[in-house]
C-alpha cells in the first residue's frame, strides 16, 4: 500500500499444515520418546502418536519501506519489519532457519517451517551498501533450546563481479536444567555467544567464481547452582569454495569444489538451505546426524542441466571430524557420501524432485552411531511441491 511521497506500508502472512504417519529418521518420532516441555530439558516423559499433525501460523510481519521518499531513484532508502518472518544471511552459513520442523509438528524432511519469531529487522540501502539490525527469536522442537540473535549485518557491492559483507551476531539461551525425565533442578544454563564473520564472493575471470566465508567466535556458558561454573571459549569455522560454470556448453556444466571447516567449540546456530549442499552438508549425514561443528568437509558438485526445466545435482561429500576425542571416540573417519538429486519443474505450478543418496561409514561413523561400519546406508526420496 502506497502512502505519503511514494512510500509503502506492506505485510505478509501464510499459514501451514502439515502431518506424518510413522516415524521420521529425526529419532523424535519414536514411541516413548521424551515429550520436551516449556520450562526445563527433560521434565515429563511421554510418547508422540503415530499421526502427527500441526495447523500453525507460519508468517506474520508488516513493515514499512521509504521508497522514493528520500530520493526518487530510491538509492537510498529505509525498511522495517516485525513479527514472524524469514531472514538469511549470505549463503545461510549460520543464520537462515529460524523454526525445527518434524516430532509432532510432521514433515521432517520436507522442512516446510523456516519464519524466525518477534523479529524486528531494519534496513538502510544507500547505492551498493545495506546495512542492517537485527533481532530473532527461534522455533525449537524443544522450547528449552529457543534462541535469540541480535546484531548488524553490512554488505558492499564493490562491482558486478564482486562483493563482501560482515556481521556481529549475539546469540542467548536461558534453560533451567534437569536431570532425565525428573524435576529436579541442576540450575539455570545461560548461553551468551558473539560471533563476527565475514564473507567474499569474488569472480576473477569470465565463468569463474571464488566465494568464502569465515566465523570467528567467542562463546561463553555460565551455569548457576550451588557451584557456579563459567566456561569461554574461542572457536571459528568457515568454507572456501571454487566454482566453474559454462552456460555456452550442452547440458551447462557446472563444477565446484568447497572445503568447510567447523572447530570442536563452533557454534553452527540457524543455518539453512539455498541450494543442495549448503548447509545440510548431505541428504543423510547433513539432515539426520551430523552438525556443523567439529567436522571437515570436502565436497564436490556437478550440476547438468539437460533442458531448461529439468537440473541434476551430483555431490560428493567426505566427512572427518577435527577431534574425535569431543565425543570419546578414537577415529575421525566418518565416511563419504553421494547424493544424486533431479528437479524438474514440470510448469509454474508443479514441481518434482528426485533423491538417491549413499553414505559409506568409516570407523568414526561406526563409533558415533553404532552398529556395522562396514553397512552402506542408502535413502531414496520422490518429492512433489505445487506452488499458487
Known sequence: MNTFKGSKLYGGFSYSYTSSLGHDPSGYTRRGVIDYTRESDYVSLGGYKDYRNLFATEDLYAGWNSGKLFDANENITFDISGGRQKYNIGSGFLISYGAENGANRGGGYLWPRTSFDNTVIGRVNVHDT??????????PLNPADKRSYSGVNIEHKISDTSNIGFSYINTQNKRSLHDDGTNISLGIQNVDNNTYDARFVF??????????????????????????????????????????????????????????????????????????????????????????T???????????????????????????????????????????????????????TVKFTASLATLVPGEGAKEYMGGDANQTWVQGMLYASFNY
Open 203 to 292: 569472480s576473477p575471470l569470465e565463468n569463474f567464481q571464488f566465494s568464502s566465508e569465515y566465523a570467528y567466535q567467542v562463546n561463553t556458558t555460565t551455569v548457576t547452582s550451588d557451584v557456579n561454573e563459567k566456561t569461554k571459549h574461542n572457536a571459528s569455522g568457515g568454507f572456501g569454495q571454487l566454482e566453474y560454470k559454462r552456460t555456452d556448453l550442452y547440458l551447462q556444466p557446472a563444477l565446484s569444489y568447497r572445503y568447510a571447516i567447523q572447530d570442536q567449540n563452533f557454534d553452527g546456530m540457524s543455518p539453512g538451505m539455498t541450494n543442495w549442499g549448503t548447509w545440510f552438508q548431505g541428504e543423510i549425514s547433513g539432515m539426520w546426524m551430523l552438525y556443523n
Open 294 to 348: 567439529n567436522l571437515i568437509t570436502h565436497m564436490g558438485k556437478l550440476v547438468l542441466n539437460p533442458t531448461v526445466d529439468i537440473t541434476t545435482n551430483l555431490i560428493y561429500f567426505n566427512y572427518t571430524f577435527l577431534d574425535p576425542s569431543a565425543f570419546s571416540q578414537t577415529s575421525g573417519n566418518y565416511g563419504s557420501e553421494i547424493n544424486l538429486i533431479t528437479d524438474w519443474q514440470y510448469n509454474e
Open 130 to 139: 545495506k546495512l542492517e539490525g537485527f533481532y530473532l527469536e527461534t522455533r
